[in-house]
């Protein structure tokens, strides 16, 4: 719930800076890209980054986000105004301008975090923003909570959780028999079981929630119970 309400003050803010910052016939553009990305962390930090600090008073307003390069999460991304194209790292957290696409860059080690030496061999892979993919709304989103019971990334699931990740085989602990064989039954039947099983699992070490924890994203031994069917 915070999240969303940081999220919908960003928006805002970025549609400040646009009404200030952007010429009069190009602010509807830049508004309707923005509602475009409106739910899109790493999208509104690049935007807040380039509206409240214009490259050489241009005046213009984003058109265009381009992915390049990943890195854990660290983006590299391009961002296209009518006229000029700009390269940036960026988190879901801050973006930071690197400079003109294809010019003498202020940050010149941060291509080495890409495995680029210089900028030179980074062109010769991506001559211009025309040759990479739009980044679209959402594509690395991570979904902040888990879909059943609401923890939110980094912190544990509520007990019970059929999301929650065993610690001791990295399956599914609704689903792997690690449960039965840490407290010694075939069957769970008494609250006081479910009670231990929970001071164990504390003891083990819980594994908080992670989106790659997602019902979309199978364990490795779902995939091997899946192999052996």
């Known amino acids: 719930m915070q999240h969303s309400r940081n999220r919908e ?3 805002s803010e970025i549609e400040l800076f646009v009404s200030y910052g952007v010429q009069k016939n190009e602010q509807q553009a830049a508004l309707l890209f923005l509602q475009r990305y409106k739910k899109d962390d790493l999208a509104l930090q690049l935007m807040k980054s380039f509206y409240t600090s214009l ?3 241009y005046e213009e307003a984003v058109c265009r986000i381009a992915f390049i390069e990943k ?3 660290i983006f590299l991304l391009g961002l296209n105004t009518a006229l ?3 390269l940036y790292l960026a988190t879901d957290q801050k973006a930071l301008l690197l400079g003109e696409y294809g010019e003498e860059l202020l940050e010149p080690k941060a291509l080495t975090l890409f495995g680029y030496p210089d900028l030179k061999e980074f062109l010769e892979k991506y001559p211009s923003l025309a040759k990479c993919s739009d980044y679209e709304p959402e594509q690395f989103a991570d979904p902040g909570f888990c879909p059943v019971c609401s923890a939110v990334t980094g912190e544990y699931h509520i007990f019970g959780c059929p999301v929650e990740v065993c610690p001791w085989c990295e399956g599914q602990f609704s689903r792997c028999g690690c449960r ?4 010694g039954v075939e069957m769970l039947e008494e609250e006081e079981e479910l ?6 699992l504390v003891e083990k070490g819980r594994i908080p929630y992670a989106s790659w924890q997602c ?7 779902d995939e091997e119970d899946g192999q052996d069917e």
């Open 84 to 86: 000029h194209g700009y």
């Open 215 to 221: 019902p979309s994203y199978p364990s490795v031994k």
């Open 9 to 11: 003050k960003l928006v």
């Open 71 to 73: 890195k854990d999460d």
């Open 195 to 200: 009670d231990e099983l929970e001071r164990l």
């Open 55 to 57: 490259p050489e008073t």
């Open 180 to 183: 039965f064989e840490q407290l």
